[in-house]
């Protein structure tokens, strides 16, 4: 099994204030967000790499650019729209910028550089959501997929920041694609992409957060 994961594309533009933005604000695609989403499609096209299904987490950025992806590649199935994909709701942080948090105490600070470091979840930051709920959907999202897909299927998986960085802790997929000390975060930038192969129990990471347009062949190997 093939399990292309993707995050959404960008939904700032250059003069923008660019702000903390969770599952409580649904922003659309800016235009370079939907260029993103068709850099993708147009990557997965040289690479050949046409996924059986598409499935998105339900608000407007992920949808909006999974559809676009979609038309791309002349995808004629429709989306599989799931809402556990839905981004981390950020509580007091959403609305402002980096900057502002950690300006705000040193408390903030600290929680502001070990998630972004490490993605050490900030217990004490006032996320609505909580890091068990997180886990929970994430596993019940993927126990729903890979109960109905079979050995060889091919997903295309579109989702947030947030949630793909614990897709890869929740499946335990092991980083095969990297030599040296262990990967320490899986930030996933906008429009980029990483893929996770193999069965329950014996998934493997073969890139994660990788621009399409880095993309070759050898890559999908």
Known sequence: MDILFARHGNTFGPDDKVVWVGRETDLPLVDKGWAQARALGD????LGFQPDRIIAASLQRTRGFAETVAATLGHARPLDIDPRLNEIDYGRWAGRSSEEIAAASPEE???????SARDAWPASA???TTEAELRDAIRAFADHVIAQANDTERLLVVSSNGVLRFLPHVLGASDSARSGPARSSYVMKTGHAGLITGKPGTFQLKFWNVNPERLDGTTLQ
């Open 43 to 46: 990557a997965l096209i040289r």
């Open 109 to 115: 600070a600290a929680a502001l550089d070990a998630w």
């Open 126 to 128: 006032g996320w609505v």
